[in-house]
């Protein structure tokens, strides 16, 4: 939940003093009176950090473990009637809470951020054109992605948000992880209204959710319909919450690269207290979920946001300074990250074509077991998938036609 305090220096940087980012921290400074010396210089453009494309291929195989309860109908997972509730579906539901929810989509945000900053220090003085091309060729891939697929699309949101961010690149990293900040709990704050008047999730035996299911595995018409109904009020209400989430994540991981987090990890101290952090605001999830008052089970999703933030940084300190990138998981997890978009899409493809066409009944009968079994076996068709695609190819086919589009929005400026 709240931003690290201070880390290890390397023997090649000078020290400089703990940082007072949290009401964890030993330090009684303010965050006001302190100005940040970067602890690590942003590596040079040249150099690819192996944990940024490890850290993504983790982020995007945990997106599936939450999306595949939405591929079919938008929604969470819904009990499958009122009130009832296997101890399975409890146990992977809370496992959900502690490990997933939030988690790896905010690490993803996080890590769009990263490359921001490093596509910026190897495009230099002339960053702006060619990042904004980039960013627009990624809201067109966005557009398509959730008017024509799936409107649970994340591509619109990150591509807006970064034209947003960009105007704080000049910024010092205290300064940006503050901005960050601001508008992540500017994001919250909002959420935290809307749940003061939640809306009641259905259960899959009711009148209500099988309508929906109807439309939704209907025709081709039908889901267009839906896709572009969904679609519509997301873009109405991006500026309300999501703009403010996703550009403080983007801001905080900015933030991290430029200090050294994803290349060095953290302190003991701090895994210490992200992980206390990260179990406590899990725990408080956890026990929202089974209330009975739908407001604060609502709520319960603002706690996850906050909890993803300390789970974050558990997970970017164990691939920095535990896991090998010349080890095969190593190897598997960057080749995923290095064809993350064209897996992102991959994973919506597959997973709508099942729910809506192929098999739309599971959508009615499925507990939190069946979506489990699912999403692993999609998973390791993705791990195979990455690893021998990249033995022949270099570049993933939607990375190849980000690249292309981008190539043209440019010229056209």
């Known amino acids: 939940m709240y931003p690290p305090a201070h880390m290890q220096t390397p023997p090649s940087v000078p020290s400089t003093k703990p940082l007072a980012l949290s009401p964890l921290d030993d330090s009684s400074l303010s965050t006001s009176k302190l100005a940040l010396e970067p602890l690590n210089s942003v590596p040079h453009a040249a150099t690819r950090i192996a944990a940024l494309d490890m850290l993504r291929g983790i982020a995007l195989l945990g997106i599936l473990l939450v999306n595949i309860y939405s591929y079919g109908s938008l929604y969470p997972y819904l009990p499958l009637c009122q009130g009832a509730q296997s101890s399975s579906d409890f146990w ?12 790896f989509i905010s690490l993803f945000a996080m890590l769009f951020g990263a490359g921001l900053v490093l596509q910026a220090q190897k495009l230099g003085d002339n960053a702006y054109p060619h990042m904004a091309a980039r960013m627009k060729a990624l809201l067109l891939i966005g557009l398509v ?12 949101s990150y591509a807006l948000s970064a034209l947003v961010v960009w105007h704080y690149q000049g910024l010092t990293p205290m300064q940006k992880w503050q901005k960050g900040w601001l508008f992540f709990h500017i994001a919250m704050l909002v959420l935290a209204l809307l749940a003061l008047t939640p809306r009641e999730l259905p259960s899959r035996d009711s009148l209500s959710f099988i309508l929906i299911y109807q439309q939704w595995s209907g025709s081709l018409v039908s889901q267009l319909i839906a896709n572009a109904e969904y679609m519509g009020w997301y873009l109405l209400s991006y500026p309300l919450s999501t703009l403010w989430l996703t550009a403080g994540l983007i801001l905080m991981g900015q933030s991290l690269l430029e200090r050294g987090y994803f290349e060095h990890g953290f302190t003991r101290q701090q895994v210490i207290s992200s992980l206390a952090m990260a179990m406590l605001l899990s725990a408080v999830a956890i026990i929202l979920n089974q209330a009975s008052s739908h407001s604060l089970q609502a709520l319960a999703e603002v706690v996850i946001y906050y909890a993803a933030l300390p789970t974050a940084y558990l997970y970017i300190h164990v691939v920095a300074t535990t896991l090998k990138p010349n080890s095969w998981l190593g190897r598997t997890l960057a080749n995923i990250g290095r064809l993350a978009l064209s897996l992102y899409l991959l994973q919506s493809m597959i997973a709508s074509v099942i729910f809506r066409h192929l098999a739309p009944q599971w959508q009615l009968t499925f507990d939190r077991q069946d979506y489990l079994m699912l999403a692993i076996a999609m998973i390791l068709l993705q791990i195979w998938l990455a690893n021998a695609y990249l033995t022949r190819f270099t570049i993933g086919p939607a990375e190849s036609l980000w690249r292309s589009l981008s190539v043209r929005f440019y010229s056209r400026t």
Request: charged letters at 10%; proline letters at 4%; glycine letters at 16%.
């Open 92 to 103: 992977l539901g809370a496992l959900s809470s502690s490990l997933f929810e939030g988690r």
């Open 145 to 156: 992605h959730g008017f024509f697929i799936w409107p649970g699309d994340i591509l619109t």
